[in-house]
């Protein structure tokens, strides 16, 4: 199953933008995010293919859905870097391959991840590549300074004496979205010309929209607020590749919200691609 409005394998040279599933939760506590891929897809067959509040059809976006990768392929294949993606895990591991994978073929200098922890941990229970350390790795990669974290409002005492100082990380944390709105992310992004990667843990949502995770943090963003930053940055920054990852179907409810919700922010994410896209 492809994620809903998809072209067809036959239409696919036209697409503009890929999405790739990374069916992986090797790295995780509680297992269940490899399942991720699969339940967004079929969420995403719930949702109308027209979006209402942009009068925007999603065939009309032309994506293509090439299926799911394993993860060791991102060392050994050649992934065609064309055209701008978006990738579905899978726990937040996956990230560290995929940005390596691009910052070593000069697609990527930046990091902006929105997520309602850290994962700045050097080491979670003796696994240095945990979801729980992923910007960690990644901060080690292309400079602390290229790093920026929105959403925050969970970490270890440790790891807040690590990110605080300044100078290494750039936080906007979930009091200041609050307090002046996402738009305060601007003082920030926007002002280099890099090439960005735009992480996205679904955990950043209240968990009374996405109880689908490994680790529901309370007090997280409305869904219309994570859509609204999301706008924001890829209006902003010059985003080449993001990821909706961590959600986990085993702890969703019943009615499947998490998949629905990240779904609908995969439909997003695509439609401000389209939106800051000059050829269009
Ligand atoms: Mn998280």
Redesign the pocket.
Known sequence: MKLSGSLSEADKEKASYEIIGVPYDGNASKKGSREGPKAIRSASQRLETFLWHKKLELSDLLYYDRGDMKLEHFAKEKIDLARKKVFIGGD?SISYPIVKYLVEHGEVAKVIAI???A?FRDSYRGNKFS?ACVMRRIAELIGFENVIEVGVRSSSEEEYALIKDKDKIMIYDAGLLIEKGVECVLEEIGKGKEKTYLSI?I??LDPSIAPG?E?P?PCGMSLESLISLIQTIIKAEKVVASDVV?VNPRLDSANGITSINSARLIFEILACYRKSDKRY
């Open positions: 937040h997520d309602a922890h994962d979801n843990d955990d950043v995770v680790n943090e961590e």
